[in-house]
């Protein structure tokens, strides 16, 4: 359980950051 939710955090970072380009740029 632990490790799937690193996992998801992870991918909702790697989300976050994606938008932060799309919007900045």
């Known amino acids: 359980m632990g ?3 690193t996992r998801i955090r ?3 970072q790697l989300i976050s950051k ?3 380009t799309l ?3």
């Open 23 to 25: 919007t900045s740029s």
């Open 10 to 12: 992870e991918q909702l």
């Open 18 to 20: 994606m938008d932060k």
């Open 3 to 5: 490790i799937l939710l």
